[in-house]
């Protein structure tokens, strides 16, 4: 069973940057492709950006050209670089992949944005 792990989150201010990244117990990224969400507080689970098996990148309006989805040659680990970040990024994000017809997903970071 595969399983996906998020790292990085924590606390930045505004205006910082921060990268996460998803590892996964296997090699999938390179065969499947891998999004990302987010969930603030009191609201609902947001899709903030995909990569898919070809590498083709889609982002929501609101963090379009600020964050950037990747993967490493491996295909093992995903990544969300995240910069110029708002008050309003603050939520959990999770990592998810859909992987021989089962989805998949992370546990979570914490990513809150402060001064």
């Known amino acids: 069973q595969v399983q996906l792990v998020e790292s990085g989150g924590g606390l930045v201010q505004p205006g910082g940057s921060l990268r996460l990244s998803c590892a996964a117990t296997?090699?999938?990224?390179?065969?499947?492709?891998v999004a990302w969400y987010r969930q603030a507080d009191g609201r609902e689970r947001e899709l903030v950006g995909t990569?898919?098996?070809?590498?083709?990148?889609k982002y929501a309006d609101s963090v379009k050209g600020r964050f950037t989805v990747s993967r490493d040659n491996a295909g093992n680990t995903a990544y969300l670089q995240m910069n110029s970040l708002k008050p309003e990024d603050t939520a959990v994000y999770y990592c998810?992949?859909?992987?021989?017809?089962?989805?998949?997903w992370g546990q979570g970071t914490q990513v809150t944005v402060s001064s």
């Open positions: 998810v992949s859909v992987v021989r017809g089962t989805g998949y």
């Open positions: 296997e090699s999938i990224f390179s065969l499947n492709g």
């Open positions: 990569i898919n098996s070809g590498g083709r990148t």
